[in-house]
Structures are given as C-alpha cells and as structure tokens.
C-alpha cells in the first residue's frame, strides 16, 4: 500500500446548486427518479405516495402511471426498489395506503379494482395476493382506519356506476368483505380521513352548491351524517383534509389556483370555526401572485406538511391555529415559475419512524427530506475599503539581469503588502504581486548558468517568505542601437533553439515554485520578450509586414514547450491575443475563429491556460497593436472587431493583466470623465495592473476620481451576501451550509483555491475543517449560490461551534499562510492571523435528534488532532508511541501525517486508524500482508 498526497485535502463534500432560496429547514437526503418523462413532457410519470416501516428498515410506496414500486428507502441516499408491480394501464391516479404487513392500492384505471400485497418479506420480496374487481372497478382515493380494519374506497365505480363510499373489513386481507356501500348527503367523496369509525369527507365539486365538508358517523357500518361546513372564506374544490390527532382542529385544501389552506377547530357536534387561512407563498416576490395549488395536507405533531403543485413541499407550524406561520420547504421543481400546469409534489408522507419525508413529485420521483432548523442570516455588510489580497490587484515591477544579477528584498516585498505610494504615482496601492523580470543577455548562445539559476531559486524563497507571488517574464534583451528613435536589428534575441533549451533548465524551477508564481509570461522572443521586434521569429515592424506560417509554426513550438514546462494549474500569458487562436486553431487560423468552450474552462489544457498580457492597455484604438492582425492574408491590419470580442470571452476564463501605455484621451480616462476606463477592464476581465507604469494615465485616473473603484476591481472580490446553516447536527451526521457569493471584481480567481467550512469549538478553539467540493474560479462576476453538506466526525465532540469560511492557497506550503487565504470584501469577518473568514453562524453538535445520514463516508476533520510520524526514518507504524507528534497511536480522529524522507511499514495483520492520511511527496507508506487500514483517503 503506497499513498502520495501533494496537498493537504480534508475533505470531498456534496454540493447542489439548489439555492438558499429553494429551500427552507429542510433539507434532500436521496432521489429515487427512474422513470423518464422527457420523451412526453406532458405526461406525469408518478402520482401518490405511502411508507412503510419494518423491522428497522424504512419503505416509500410509490405510484407510478402504470404501476406500482416498492422503494428501500433505509439509506435514504440510496434508495433501491424491491418491488414493481403492473396495473392494467396507465393512470394519473394511484393511492396506496398499508395495514399490518399489507399494502393496498387503488386507482382511477377502469378495471383495476384493488391490488393487494404482502409485505412481509422485505427487503427480499413484496408479493401481490390479490387484485380483484369484486367490489368496485375503480376509485378516486382510498383510506384505512387501521381501529376497525376498514377500508374505505373513496368515488369509486361499479362498472359505469359512481359509488360514494365502499368499505370493506380488510382484516383478513386474504378474505375481503364488503361492510357496506351507499349514497351520502354530500354525495361524491372525493377525499376523506377517518378515525375511530369517525369520517370526515371532502365532498369536492367544481360547483360550490355542492362543494362541501362533512362528517359522519360510519361505526355501525353505515355512514350517518353529524354535522358540517358547507360555506367558508375562499372556497374552491374541496380536495382533502386531516384531523389533527390530539386537538379539535382539522386542516384541508382547496385543489383550486390561489386558494389557501384552512385551519379549523371543531366542538363535540362538529360544528366548524375557520380560524386562519395560510398558504405559500414562495414565488410571491417573482410573479406578484401566490396562484399554486395545495393539494394534500399531513398533519404530524403540531406540524402540517402540504404537497404543493409548484411549490413542493411546505411545512407549516399550527401550535397556534389562529396564527399559522411557515417552518419549512422544499421546491422541487423550482424553475416552474409561472403554475401553470400541475408539475410539483402530489403526496407526501411524514410518518416514518426515523423522521424523514416522502414527497412524490409528479415528474421527477421520490424525493426523500429531511427537516432541519437553519438559521438565514442577510445582514452581511459590504466593506467598502481596498484591502491585499492575493493574486490580484496592483503589481509592482523588478528585474534581474544576468550582468548584475540583484536579489529581490524580502522587507520591500512585505511593505508593499501594505499601503504604499508606488514611484511617480500620486496615489497608494496594496500589492500582493511583483512582476519579475529575468534577463538572460549572457546567455544567448549557451546555457543558463547554475549560479543565475540559484538566484532565481533564492528569488522565489524570497518571495515566499513575504507572502508575495511573482509574474514572471524572461527576455535577453530590452534595448538596440539607437537609430534615430527607431529600433533597429540586430534586436538581440536568441534563437529557437537555445530558447527550447533554456525552458527545458528552468522547467525544475517551474515545478517547485508553482506555489509562489501567479502566472508566466511567454517572453523570450524580441525585445523585453513581447514578441514584436525579434532576430529569428519574424519581424513584423519590417516589410512585409506580417508574419509567416513558419514564423507563427515557431512561435507555436516555444509556446507549447513553455505550457508543457509550466505545471498545470499555472496559465501562460502571451502578449497578442492572436498568438492563442494561432496555437489553438493552426497557423491559418483567422481573427474570426471560435472560442474556448467554456466546458473546458479550467480543466488544465492547453487552451484553457493561455491568458493575455496587454502592456499598452487604452494607449490607442487597438492598444498599439495588440488587437492587430498579423497573418500574411491582410498584412498587419487592425482587427478589433474580431479580436475584441474573441478576449472579451475568452478572459472570462483565462488571465489578463498588464500596463498603461501613454494617454489617448478622452477614450481612457475615467467614465466620469467621458473615458471607457472602468468599462474596459470590466469587459477584458483584468485581474491585475502595473502600479509602476505608464502613471502618467494611471495619474490621471486618480485626478478624475475612479483610481480607487480600480483599485478594489482588479481580479476578484468577493463579497457574503447570504449564509443559510442548519443549526445543530449528532455526530456522524449532515450539516447544510448555503452560501451566496457576489464577486464584484472585473474578473474570476484564475488560480486553484481551496474552499473548506472550518467549525471552531467556542470553548476550546478546537478546528474541524471540510473542504468543498467546489471550485471558487466559478464564482464568476455577479452572485453565485450554493448548498453544501458536510459531514460531522462520529468522534467530534459534542460543542457550540463557530462557522468560518476558508478560502485558502491549496499548496501545502502556503495553506496555512493566512497572506495566502482570501478575505471577503465584507465588514466584520476577516481574522487576519487565521485566514479566516467568520459567517457569524453557529451549528451545536450533540447527541439527540434526527436521523445519522451523511453522502460520503469523509467527515470534518479535527486540524488541532494531527498527528505526524516523528521517529525514525525507517520503521514500523506501531513499534513506539513515541514515534508520533502526540505521543500515542493514530486514532479514529486524527489527521495522520507522513513527512518526506520516512518509509512507516503497517505490519502483518494490524488495524490502523486515522480520519485522514496525507503521505508527503518523498515519503512512503507500506501495507504488509493483512493489514487494515481505517483511515478515509485521499488521492
């Protein structure tokens, strides 16, 4: 057993894309949706649904519209059928409801009668006992008063003959009885609930002179009528009911557009009192009506749960039934936006023994739910100060010159974190960043020195040690004879080969430095390396103006050996945006060709990790021939409507930064001043400017007043909107977290970041960290939602803990560098010594309440717990305790730890334990024959 971990990963975790807004207290725990709808969207695959509970294992009995399934639903999020079983055609209308170890089911297909089924087999078997037209050929609805073992078949037919009622003694579900069948005063049922012989009937009717709710006295076996309602505010179809179990109060619905619920208390004569009417009211805000539809109601406790069409599955606390509030919902079809149709949840059932929900959504199957208490938090304030952060904003220029090499100064990197007024600026900067020039001007024809590239190395040390990350260029030249304010050959530069050779002795560098580099330029060819005035590439300031197939081929090469040399999650800038579609599309590409699928955005090829670098940004109408065409089809001709567009999309996804040129006003002033400045940056996504040149614009944009909305826009910023954290969770088990980021910035993050929830205990400062499982470069401009689960350690201890966000640097050696970590653009929250980013929000850990359940087999893991291998640099995993930073074996909890330079052997037939292992690059771990290891991996 051999296991290598570059970086410290925590944890993989569940994330939807069902918003904050789409759910309230209630969370999903597993779909079950094997039926396809999309070949008739009109057509509803499902219909009603039941539960069932044995044996401490949990069941959903679903209807479907030509069968009936039997789902194993005790790992809710894996639920399995074990039982299917065909009607005799297709109907939008099943019901199913249990007695004992039986499951009955009616529907409204003529001929179908009542299926029976024994279900004492589970999990093996259901098997079907009967199905039988004897008493009724069909019906609407059926129920069980499980008091008496009667079943009542509710509109149902003989033949072509509507019946109001059937009942019939199901105690010997293998001898079925008729009790009896009659007509009834209120005549059609098209719904009922009974109790104790007692029936309250929904006598639904699309004319309210005979849309009324009743009740009798069925104990004799005839159904006598007591007592009723037959007028009441907001009347519709009178669809469904339930009797609270405890209180004289009944709830029922109305299955009529913009109708609300009805609570109700009733005395000793049934005489009714409406006193409240409720309804949801989720898309409200959006459509300014609150037209869907109840359809059935359950009461549990003092909570009803209604199935909506439209709006799922809303949960409303009736302890006070002359003020009903809303507890909690689930939308399952949440871009249904308008109701129409009747797409939504038809049944549901809160019944089951562990405490989850069964809802059937009409197309989209069983959803099993859980309730939860969350607390929504929407007071977030926005900081409108400029802050460091790293990997965007303002860099600060150096070079190194192989005649003199001059290290970088680790004191300056770090003042420049702070507020500084750069050279000839008339305005302060934060800077996080410094571009690093590397001139090779002795090493043209040869290779680079060891000693250039010690100090190269010495650099990025440097830096590290500062919290700064380098852009980097490397050039041989940055000047030419002077002949008359024209550049003239030769320019300086090297050749192709010596180019490829040098990339391939600092490509060493590249791989262990990649923590510390933001990006890497293309350099190389031409003076200062942007490509332009150049011996060997072809000279496009000379006639004929444009360059060749061969020049473009050759250019290419150096490309992609400077992609394969950069490690993968590091993009490469290169100075005109036509050398990507060239290297992506040929060498006949034209300006018009397509851009990157966005599918592929951030996925580490080639094409997804060429950025731009445009160093004479508003200098000219094409940015003094950045937006040029050079192919030798138009000869160096300006192509901004081609090329424009094509980076504007493209640096949605990919690294654009650079430097001002001189002025070209009005265009580049600020857009208070009739200037495209802001607009600009916004549309090419800039993540980060030069603070150093060009100031006489840069100068400018501070007398005219957006110097500072610049300044907090480069690159990302992040600011909290919305945070939505279930409030307590047992051990082992789920925790939800929503959160709803607004970057405000230009661009996204272009770099890998890690993202993890970090719980600290409030007493003892204990953390426990889960990373998510979502990538932060998707948090694109505007507002992005999401919701998380985590899972709870079995062994975290029972505590109020604090929720923190931490957006921190993956690269083991800056992750827990707090420089490294990303603070939201909001007041009150960040922690500069941790890096961390307070939501203000608590969860309690302890024992009680709800069902254990969690999506993965990774839980939070404790950081304070962490263990590492501290002996010898060859031994076994047990020989001493003392081999170990705590002083003891791994156990359950502990983040286990195997540096470089140790080979830990498991020995034959041991069990290990940890939460989390992270073997170091150079470390090695070996399982002998035997062993088990209870530890999560990570690869």
Known sequence: MKRTL???????????????????????????????????????????????????????????????????????????????????????????????????????????????????????????????????TRSHNIFIDTSSAWLYALGAREGSTYRDIIILDISDPYNLVEVNEQALPGGYIHDAYIRNDTMWASHGSFNTDFNEYLVYDCSSGSCNLINGIYNYPQEGYQHSSWVHPEKNIVVWADESHDRSMKIAEYNARM????????????????????????????????????????????????????????????????????????????????????????????????????????????????????????????????????????????????????LHQPFSADYSVYSSLVFRYFFLEDFKTGPISQGFLDSMQMDFDIARSAGAKIIMRMAYTDQTTDCGGEYC??????????VLDHIDQIEPLLEANSDVIMSVQMGFIGIWGENYYTDHFGDASQPPYYLTSTHWQDRIDVLKALLDAVPEERMIQVRYPQMKQKYVHGTAAMTDAPNMDPSSAFGGSHEARIGVHNDCFLSDAGDIGTYTDYSDINGASMDTTNLKPYL??????????????????PTSDCASNGGIAETEMARFHWTYLNADYNNALNNDWNTHGCIDDISKSLGYRFVLRETTVQNSARPGGSIDISLTIDNVGFASLVNPRSAEIVLRDTITGDIWKAQLDIDPRSWMPGETSFTAEICASACMPEADYEVLLHLADPATTLYEDPRYSIRLANQGLWEATTGYNK???????????????????????????????????????????????????????????IPAGHEVTIPTGLTVYGSTLQVDAGAELIGQANTIANIFYLD
């Open 6 to 136: 570059f970086t410290f990963v925590s944890l993989l975790i569940l994330v939807s894309s069902i918003s904050a807004q789409d759910r309230m207290n209630m969370k999903l725990l597993g779909n079950w949706n094997p039926l396809n709808p999309s070949e008739n969207p009109n057509t509803s695959p499902y219909n009603d649904v039941w539960g069932y509970a044995a044996d401490g294992r949990e069941y959903a009995i679903v209807g479907g519209r030509d069968s009936v399934f039997f789902v194993d639903i005790t790992d809710p999020r894996n639920p399995e059928q074990v039982g299917s079983f065909f009607g005799t055609g297709v109907t939008s209308w099943r019901d199913m409801k249990t007695y004992s170890h039986y499951a009955f089911a009616g529907s409204e297909r003529n001929g179908e009668g009542l299926m029976v089924f024994d279900l004492q087999h589970l999990p093996d078997s259901v098997v079907q006992i009967d199905r039988t037209t004897e008493f009724f």
């Open 648 to 665: 504007a999309e493209e640096s949605k996804y990919t690294l654009v930064g650079g430097e001002t040129c001189s002025p070209y006003l």
């Open 839 to 897: 939501l203000k929000q608590h969860i309690t850990i302890s024992a009680g309440g709800g069902p254990q359940s969690c999506a993965t087999d990774d839980y939070l893991n404790s950081t304070t717990r962490r263990n590492e291998w501290v002996g010898p640099a060859i031994a076994n995993w047990d020989a001493s305790p003392s081999h170990w930073s705590l002083g003891r074996l791994p156990e359950p909890c502990d983040f286990v730890i």
């Open 489 to 498: 050959r030769p320019y300086g530069d090297a050749s192709k080969s010596v």
């Open 271 to 418: 005489q009714f009192t409406v006193t409240d009417l409720f309804r949801s009211k989720l898309l409200e805000p959006i459509t300014g009506d609150t037209g869907s539809i109840a359809h059935n109601p359950f009461i549990k406790g003092d909570s009803v749960y209604v199935s909506y069409y439209h709006d799922g599955l809303v949960v409303f606390d009736i302890s006070d039934p002359t003020d009903v509030k809303l507890a909690g919902y689930y939308d399952t079809h949440p871009e249904n936006t308008n109701y129409s149709s009747y797409k939504g949840v038809w049944g549901a059932y809160p019944y089951l023994p562990s405490g989850v929900v069964l809802a059937s959504d009409r197309h989209r199957g069983l959803h099993i739910l859980q309730m939860v208490e969350e607390t929504t938090l929407d007071d977030y304030t926005e900081s409108t100060e400029d802050f460091v952060n790293p990997e965007r904003g303002w860099y600060r220029y150096s070079e190194a010159r192989s005649s003199g090499y001059q290290l970088l100064d680790s004191t300056t990197l770090a003042d420049q974190r702070e």
